[in-house]
Structures are given as structure tokens and as C-alpha cells.
């Protein structure tokens, strides 16, 4: 697993292990903040880097090495 913290997440450069419709380099685009600040940060939207297309993921989904390369 990568360690990783949820506050420094933003912009980083990923790697899809099985690429999906050519699509297999992203990067974080947004962190998405929860509606209360006491809640933990649970969701990032990532921006695939070839047709920019943009979808929603659970942050601790990066940590899988069976799924994501950093």
C-alpha cells in the first residue's frame, strides 16, 4: 500500500494499472471537501490526462497497488 495523507493529495500524478478507454495517467484535479469540517476527507476527483475526463473517487482507492501506480 502507499502511504499517503489526505491533506497533501492534490495534484498529484497517478498511473492506472488496467487502463479503461485509454485512459491510464491522472492526476488529482480537486480535493473534495466534506459538507463539516470536523468530518475526515473521504472523496478526490481525478482528471484523466489524455481527454481530460473527470471522475469522483474514494482518496484511499490510491493507496491499492493493484490499482494505482504513483
Not at 491510464?24 to 482528471?47: G, M, N, Q, Y
Amino acid at each position: 500500500m502507499n502511504p499517503l495523507n489526505p491533506k497533501k493529495l492534490l495534484l498529484p500524478k497517478w498511473t492506472a494499472v488496467t487502463p479503461v478507454a485509454k485512459q491510464k495517467h491522472f492526476l488529482v484535479s480537486r480535493v473534495i471537501e466534506p459538507e463539516l469540517p470536523t468530518d475526515a476527507i473521504d472523496r478526490v476527483e481525478i482528471e484523466a490526462v489524455f481527454s481530460k475526463a473527470t471522475q469522483v473517487i474514494p482518496w484511499r482507492e490510491l493507496q491499492d497497488d493493484k490499482v494505482w501506480r504513483h
